[in-house]
Structures are given as structure tokens and as C-alpha cells.
């Protein structure tokens, strides 16, 4: 049984960074960050694999957002630089996807939720 406990969720200014926390109890492969806006679908943000660390990043985030590990902590991160309120939503990570990373349905386990505002 996979836990995933959320952190560092917060309200921030345009332009200031944020780093989101995901601690994971009990083995797990791979990790992804999800967001979902109030009235929007909820969305892929980033994904990353234990086994060599490849990273994925949706259009919207790449070259804003760094997902990383520590595989001592079984933690995930996301760090978040440039916000912009367009950011702001419920952050989620989930693990394990059973087929497509990228896609919502795709995972079993999935955190709390994080709430992020970024205030313009």
C-alpha cells in the first residue's frame, strides 16, 4: 500500500517560486504532478522515473517547472519558478501509472492535494 502526503502549497506574487513536496511511504516506480483549476479538467504537469530519472513536462510548464527525487526520502519535488496566476490550482501527485503517465485514469495512488495561488 502506496501513501503519497503533500506539502509547500501556498500563496505567492507573480513571478515567485514555489516547491512542492510529495513524501511517498512504501515502494513506488514513478511519480507525477497533476493540477486541476476550479471548473477545469484536471491536467499533467510533470512525471519522473525511479529507475534512470527521466523527466516529462506538459508545454504549459517546460522551462518554468523542475520535478526531481530524493531517493533517500522517497520524496519527490516540484520545484515551480516564474508563477504566473494561470499556476493557480490544486496540486496533486500521484504514482505508479498503470499505462500512460500523462493521463489522469492512468494512476492508483494520489495525494492530498495542495492548494497554489499565485496573485498577479
Known amino acids: 500500500q502506496v501513501q503519497l502526503v503533500e506539502s509547500g502549497g501556498g500563496l505567492v506574487q507573480t513571478g515567485n517560486s514555489l516547491r512542492l513536496s510529495c513524501a511517498a511511504s512504501?515502494?513506488?516506480?514513478?511519480m507525477a504532478w497533476f493540477r486541476q483549476a476550479p471548473g477545469k479538467e484536471r491536467e499533467f504537469v510533470a512525471a519522473?522515473?525511479?529507475?534512470?530519472?527521466?523527466?516529462y513536462y506538459a508545454d504549459s510548464v517546460k522551462d518554468r517547472f523542475t520535478i526531481s527525487r530524493d531517493n533517500a526520502k522517497n520524496t519527490v519535488y516540484l520545484q515551480m519558478n516564474s508563477l504566473k496566476p494561470e499556476d493557480t490550482a490544486v496540486y496533486y501527485c500521484?504514482?505508479?501509472?498503470?499505462?500512460?503517465?500523462?493521463?489522469?485514469?492512468?494512476?492508483?495512488?494520489w495525494g492530498q492535494g495542495t492548494q497554489v495561488t499565485v496573485s498577479s
Open positions: 512504501g515502494s513506488i516506480n514513478a
Open positions: 519522473i522515473y525511479w529507475s534512470d530519472g527521466s523527466t
Open positions: 500521484a504514482a505508479d501509472p498503470t499505462r500512460y503517465f500523462y493521463y489522469t485514469a492512468s494512476y492508483y495512488y
